[in-house]
């Protein structure tokens, strides 16, 4: 999956915690505010400093068991896009060697 850019980014970690498109990114805006995180261009860091207050809210709003599974998953998410992203920049560092 290509994560274009960082709305794309919000949304598909919206689906991931099983949140609408249409509302997840909002709900995860108002997280985002409750940790002093600036939304304009969330990054997975970002997203990774947040995940108290997305807990918070997760199990406000669907309980504290459900919001584990799901923060489960979003954990599991931000980690392989992380990893992605470094794998990426390292071929993309290595492409770019002359011998």
Known sequence: ???TNDTDLTKH???????????????????FLDAGEPFDAPSVG???RVLPY????????VGAD????RLA????????LADRRVQHATTKDTGNQSN
């Open 54 to 61: 997305l807990e918070a809210r997760l199990s406000a709003f």
């Open 46 to 48: 970002q997203f990774e």
């Open 66 to 69: 459900d919001a584990a599974s």
């Open 13 to 31: 970690l919206a689906r991931v915690m099983g949140l609408s498109e249409s509302l997840g990114p909002e709900f995860i805006r108002r997280a």
């Open 73 to 80: 998953r979003l954990r599991r998410e931000l980690a392989a």
């Open 1 to 3: 999956m290509s994560l």
